[in-house]
């Protein structure tokens, strides 16, 4: 994997398409590598997925589409930590846009318990789904060109709603 790194960036590539990732100096590469899996496993749904931009909210998605008729995200990506408060102000908010959420190397029950409570009085359109990246991810889902192999079916997921 170190051929891929050049001044903390990372160039990943899935289904066609590529991402030049960004590892801020603050942030661990597994916050980056659950950027580009999330990116990798919803882009065959959402073929205009972006990484780590501005949607006109006071929270900025790692990963998301916005519905350009609505000008409202249609899918928005967070990889760890994502506050109770957060996930309860999105869901109410947009409820029409589909949630997911990446865990690396920990349970996903403490966060299906906080994110049925956020969404248990919201009347949502769309589902909210937790993923739990295994500690291995890396070395197990991308290979050494940076190709991203990566499905449900190699995960542990909830989808609520």
Do not use: C
């Amino acid at each position: 994997m170190s051929d891929r790194h050049l001044r903390r960036k990372l160039t990943l590539r899935a289904h066609g398409e590529q991402v030049v990732f960004v590892k801020k100096k603050q942030e661990r590469i597994e916050h980056v590598w659950m950027k580009a899996f999330l990116w990798a496993l919803y882009l065959p749904d959402y073929p205009d997925l972006t990484v780590e931009i501005r949607v006109g909210d006071k929270y900025k998605p790692d990963v998301v589409q916005v519905d350009p008729l609505r000008g409202q995200p249609m899918f928005w990506g967070e990889a760890g930590s994502v506050g109770v408060d957060k996930i309860a102000s999105l869901t109410r908010r947009y409820r029409h846009t589909h949630f997911a959420m990446g865990k690396w190397a920990t349970s996903l029950d403490p966060y299906v318990a906080i994110v049925r409570e956020a969404v248990a009085d919201v009347d949502r359109a769309a589902p909210f789904d937790l993923l739990h990246f295994p500690a291995d991810s890396a070395n197990r889902f991308i290979d050494a060109k940076g190709h991203i192999a990566i499905t449900r079916e190699d995960l542990d997921w909830v989808r609520i709603g």
